[in-house]
DNA sequence: AAATTTTTATACAAGTTTGAATATATTGAA
DNA sequence: TTCAATATATTCAAACTTGTATAAAAATTT
C-alpha cells in the first residue's frame, strides 16, 4: 500500500485537502505510479481514522463540497519513517502482465504473434526515445530534482532489457510456435 | 484481469474445478504471477455468470465441499482469444513501488540509504544466481515448454538492469541527499 | 490404532479499488 | 453576456482481492 506512503510523505511537508493532493501526485509521479484519485479519499478517510492525519479545516465555498484540509499528526510522522524504510527494504517481485500472453503464445499464428512483437518493440523503441527527451529537459531545469532523473532512468534501464529481450524472442520466434 | 485470461487458458485445454487450477497456476506460473487462489473461485462464478465457462460436474465425496468441475463453451474460447489477443497488444506501464521510496530519500539518513541500497543490490543478485541455476534445470528437463525459459530470461533481464540501475544509484547516492 | 499434520476444496466477510455521479465555479469564446 | 468547456472537490455503489474460516480425507508419526 504504497498510497499511505505517497499521502503521508505529501502531507509531511504541508497540510493539503484531497484534491490538492491529487494533483501533486499528478504533477510530480504521474509517470510512474497510477494512483486513482478514488483511492485519495478512500486513504485519507482510513489514516483519519487511525490518527496518523488530522482534519484542521472544512472549507465550504458557496455550495460546492467543502474542502477537507488534513494535517499530519505526530503519529503519522513515524508512520511516514516506517512505511519508508519498509519501502526501501523490501523487495516485491516485479509482475509482467505479458509473460501471461506468451505463456499462451501457441494458441496464435505465426503471423500474429509476429506482428504483435514487431509492435511492441516499435512501442517500446518510442518510449526510450520519450524518456531521452523527457530527461534532457528534466536536466536544463534547476527545479527538477535530482531524484526525478534518477527515477527516469530505472524506466530506462528496464525499457531497454524489455527491448533487448523483444528482440531475442522475435529472433527465436519459431521455438514457441 | 489476467487472471480470466490464465482461468479460460487452462480451462482451453481440459475442464477442472478450482483447486486443481490453483494446482495448475502455483506449478507452472508460481514463478511469475502472483494469483491468490480466493480469486480464483471468484473469477471461476463471474465466468460462468457470463456464459464463458459451464458446470459439467458437481463431485460431493462424503461432507468435503462439492468439486465443483468446469469446462469451457465456445463464448469462453472466444472470449479467451479476445484476452490473449488484447494481452499481446497492450502495453502497461509497469510500476516499480521502490520509485516512491526514491522519492522520499531525503527524509533518509545518508549511512541508512547507503545500507538499504547495498541490501537491494545483494538481493538481486542472489535472485540473478537463484534464476540462472533454475534455468540450467529447465533446459535440461524436456518436458519444460520453451516459452517457459523465455519468460525465465524475461526476470532475468530486468533484474540485470535494476541491478545496474542500483549500482548507479548508489555510485551517485551523495547527489540525492 | 490413535493422534497429528498435510492436503483437498470452497465459502465468505472484510478491506480495497475503481470509475461514475454529483454539484458548482471559473475560464474563454462567440 | 451568455453559453460551452474545463477545473474544482468529493461521495459512493459496484466490483474485485485477500486472507480467514470451515470441513473432511489422506498421509504420517507416535
Not at 49 to 77: D, F, L, W
Request: hydrophobic letters at 40%; aromatic letters at 12%.
Amino acid at each position: 500500500m504504497s498510497i499511505r506512503l505517497v499521502i503521508l510523505g505529501i502531507l509531511n511537508q504541508q497540510p493539503l485537502h484531497g484534491y490538492e493532493i491529487k494533483q501533486i501526485i499528478e504533477e510530480y509521479m504521474g509517470d510512474w505510479t497510477d494512483i486513482k484519485f478514488g483511492s485519495i479519499y478512500f486513504a485519507l478517510s482510513k489514516l483519519a481514522e487511525s490518527g496518523h492525519i488530522e482534519v484542521i479545516e472544512e472549507n465550504r465555498t458557496g455550495k460546492r463540497p467543502a474542502k477537507t484540509v488534513y494535517q499530519i499528526t505526530a503519529s503519522g510522522k513515524e508512520e511516514f519513517l516506517r512505511l519508508l524504510k519498509k519501502a526501501w527494504c523490501e523487495h516485491k517481485q516485479v509482475i509482467f502482465p505479458f509473460d501471461m500472453a506468451v505463456f499462451f503464445i501457441k494458441y496464435l499464428s505465426k503471423a500474429e504473434a509476429f506482428q504483435y512483437l514487431q509492435q511492441r518493440i516499435e512501442k517500446v523503441t518510442q518510449q526510450l526515445n520519450f524518456l531521452n527527451d523527457h530527461k534532457k529537459e528534466h536536466r536544463q531545469n534547476p527545479y527538477i530534482p535530482k531524484e526525478a532523473i534518477a527515477i527516469i532512468d530505472h524506466s530506462y534501464y528496464h525499457l531497454e532489457a524489455e527491448l533487448h529481450w523483444l528482440q531475442d524472442l522475435l529472433k527465436n520466434i519459431d521455438d514457441y510456435l
